[in-house]
């Protein structure tokens, strides 16, 4: 632990303790999952279903890691143009499409409560979901090029 990547927090007190900067906790996300599939949902429908319908699992670590959680990874993968990039906290069912607005929605990532879930729909958002083989055990790598994103 170091002041460059924690803050230490109610110091000097029987409840002291540390955490890290938001800009470690993105950095830890910075991740990829080996042969993890990006695939895309219809306004609606959860990345759990989405992935079951292509005899997949969603992977729901997946969903937050911050090479996905992007607008570019967005547009790419659901082949679409986003007029506005929305970071927006409040939406479980990021990364995602607003379909109607232009509107590409990712998860800001800082609030534990609000992260991306599997089960998560909203009816006029197509979700951007990653998927993996069932009971497949892959190991995370570190993300160097948006060509570790596969698109299905």
């Not at 759990?48 to 992007?70: F, I």
């Not at 160097?144 to 994103?149: A, C, T, Y």
Request: proline share 7%; hydrophobic share 30%; charged share 25%.
């Amino acid at each position: 632990i170091s002041p460059t990547t924690h803050t230490w927090l109610l110091r000097h007190t029987d409840s002291e303790y540390t955490q890290p900067l938001f800009s470690e906790v993105l950095r830890q996300k910075n991740v990829v999952l080996q042969n993890m599939v990006l695939r895309s949902g219809h306004p609606d429908q959860s990345c759990s279903r989405v992935c079951e319908k292509a005899s997949l699992e969603c992977h729901e670590p997946g969903l937050q890691y911050t090479p996905v959680n992007r607008c570019e990874t967005i547009e790419k993968a659901l082949q679409v143009k986003c007029d506005k990039c929305d970071l927006d906290s409040s939406d479980r069912h990021a990364p995602s499409f607003r379909v109607r607005e232009n509107r590409c929605v990712v998860n800001y990532l800082h609030d534990p409560r609000l992260l991306p879930t599997c089960q998560a729909k909203h009816k006029r958002h197509k979700r951007l979901c990653v998927c993996r083989s069932p009971g497949a055990e892959l190991s995370e790598v570190p993300f160097v090029s948006p060509d570790q994103l596969v698109m299905a």
